[in-house]
């Protein structure tokens, strides 16, 4: 009745951070560790006129609108400006996990039916091992000065950014697709996430939120986490948005050389996995860097470990941000801060949490019959989601599994509290049951990490004839100390309920890691399988 008269319906597009980039915050930088050590600075205002130009080449190229194109590099200027010219020209970014395995990342190149691929010349040896399997890719463009092997049609980055014709962008519909990123195949082959503007861009702005990762103009961000892992949690559209400078690691994600970039170009946010933390604390308790300059550090990807986050606060000074997400939602979920008021010791109640929704978002509880259940905090079931940057299914997958009705199912398994905090259990393929009640793996991993002795913890299922199911937990020891299983258990006791404790304990040297950066239970479940795993027994279970 009234529809003529609202508001205007301006499309919410990528091309729009760019222009924010282009004119709003020219002198923003972003700043590249290279791989000889060196470090290269460009203004958000000549990147912008690059991307114009790098869109005009990639038109040059036979590049149309709708058509894939992937990147298979590191975290670097080349790689962002990548990321701006391929869906400003209407074209659909496919950012390629470079740690998969080679079938997996040929299986994922012929899914998407890439036309071209960016490929960083450090990384051209993987993709040479699986060139011959490639269906669809006529062009490959080499970033750097190194050698491109032996792979065909190759066009150098800056050659592609001379000598074109002027590039007019055309007009983009904000449900258009942007971005295609795969998930990193924990079961089966991975599944394409299909972004679109719109999604892209609401996304950037709720990341911006004070209560979410509180991105502001002067920020200088620093996405560790990798640009192939969920959009590098959509860090760089959103510094583009509002206007902050990005630095960005390379190939070095080891701690030396990410706690000198922080030093030296006083970083003030910094987004990884746990695990990547769980070594920086351990070479800042050491080495004492600089990080004075930081101002957050949203970790999420995995349970973030509650002595990580008191540690850095209390021996740092950095505040850490407990964030959950996945790829199917580009990837922010929630955060972990607390409420207003709430100071002292009651706070880390809060900050243990996955967090408050993000604003948008939207989720229920699904207990195994298909009921709702009440956010009361103690009440566990299937988390769901929607909203506007939540998948709504996967590219060229006719399976509709991962549905309820308009609800992701997103595989793990939370109870909300009443003001709205979500704690996730587990993955629903991690779950404990044992003797008919739920044990959570991530609590107990917390608990176990908490002794002062243990590096990292992982908790997997086994069988049990008993109770059908009994928590084993893998250990890695500080070189140095010999924590027993009956120490551990003793720890444990007045932390958790008696019968969550385990009897079976595993020392290990490192719990394996997935393709970013997270335990891999996966592996350990194959290794406890296999018998390739040495496990101790406490005693019988106390319940
Ligand atoms: P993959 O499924 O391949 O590991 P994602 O990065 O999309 O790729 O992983 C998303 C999953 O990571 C979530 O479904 C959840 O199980 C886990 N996760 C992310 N953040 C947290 C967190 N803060 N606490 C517990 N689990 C988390």
Not at 48 to 74: M, P, Q
Request: aromatic letters at 8%; a negative charge; charged letters at 25%.
């Amino acid at each position: 009745m009234l529809e003529g008269l609202v508001m205007n319906d301006y499309p919410l597009t990528i091309q729009h951070i760019l222009d924010r980039m282009r004119r709003q915050s020219g002198d923003a930088q972003v700043i590249s560790l290279r791989p000889d050590g060196t470090k290269t600075r460009a203004r958000y205002r000549d990147c912008a006129e690059r991307i114009d130009r790098l869109c005009g080449g990639l038109a040059a190229l036979g590049v149309k609108e709708g058509d894939r194109v992937g990147t298979f590099a590191w975290n670097s200027q080349e790689h962002l400006e990548t990321y701006f010219a391929v869906p400003c020209m209407g074209a659909v970014l496919h950012t390629i996990n470079l740690r998969l395995f080679p079938e997996q990342i040929a299986y994922i190149i012929n899914h998407a039916a890439d036309r071209v691929i960016f490929v960083d010349d450090s990384l051209v040896p993987a993709l040479e091992a699986v060139v011959e399997d490639l269906t669809t890719v006529e062009h490959f463009v080499l970033i750097g000065d190194g050698s491109a092997g032996t792979l065909p049609n190759v066009v150098r980055y800056e050659d592609l950014l001379t000598g074109n014709e002027p590039f007019v962008y055309p007009a983009i519909d904000e449900r258009q697709a942007a971005g295609l990123c795969y998930t990193s195949g924990t079961t089966g082959n991975p599944k394409g996430v299909l972004y679109s503007h719109r999604s892209n861009v609401l996304h950037s702005l709720a990341e911006c939120l004070h209560d979410s990762l509180d991105i502001r103009a002067g920020d200088r961000v620093l996405p560790v986490v990798p640009m192939f892992h969920a959009n590098a949690w959509g860090l760089p559209y959103a510094c583009g948005l509002v206007g902050a400078s990005l630095v960005m690691p390379g190939r070095f994600l080891q701690p030396e050389p990410i706690a000198r970039l922080i030093e030296e170009e006083r970083v003030t946010i910094a987004g990884a996995v746990p695990t990547i933390w769980m070594d920086l604390l351990a070479y800042a308790d050491e080495h004492k860097p600089d990080f004075s300059s930081l101002r957050v550090v949203p970790c999420g990807g995995a349970a973030v470990p509650l002595t990580l986050m008191q540690g850095f606060e209390e021996r740092h000074g950095v505040t850490m941000v407990q964030c959950w997400g996945m790829t199917e939602m580009s990837p922010l979920g929630s955060c972990a801060r607390e409420p207003a008021g709430v100071v002292g010791p009651e706070r880390w109640d809060y900050r243990a949490t996955a967090g408050k929704l993000a604003p948008l978002v939207d989720a229920r509880i699904i207990d195994d019959s298909g009921a709702e259940l009440p956010w009361d905090g103690v009440s566990p079931g299937e988390l769901q989601v929607r909203g506007p940057w939540v998948a709504s299914r996967y590219y060229e997958s006719p399976s509709e599994d991962h549905l309820d009705g308009s609800w992701l199912r997103t595989g793990d398994v939370a109870a909300i509290t009443a003001d709205g905090y979500v704690k996730i259990t587990d993955r629903a393929k991690d779950v404990i049951k044992s003797g008919g009640e739920w044990i959570s793996s991530v609590d107990l991993e917390n608990e176990i990490m908490a002794h002062p002795d243990v590096l990292e913890a992982a908790v997997i299922c086994m069988p049990d004839d008993r109770w059908t199911e009994r928590p084993l937990a893998c250990v890695v020891r500080r070189p140095g100390t010999n924590t027993t299983p009956a120490d551990l258990r003793e720890h444990l006791l007045p932390r958790v309920a008696k019968f969550w404790v385990p009897e079976s304990f595993a020392f290990i040297d490192g719990v394996p890691k997935t393709s970013v950066g997270k335990f891999d239970k996966k592996a350990l479940r194959a290794r406890l399988d296999d018998g390739t795993l040495t496990v101790s027994v406490a005693g019988p279970a106390t319940t």
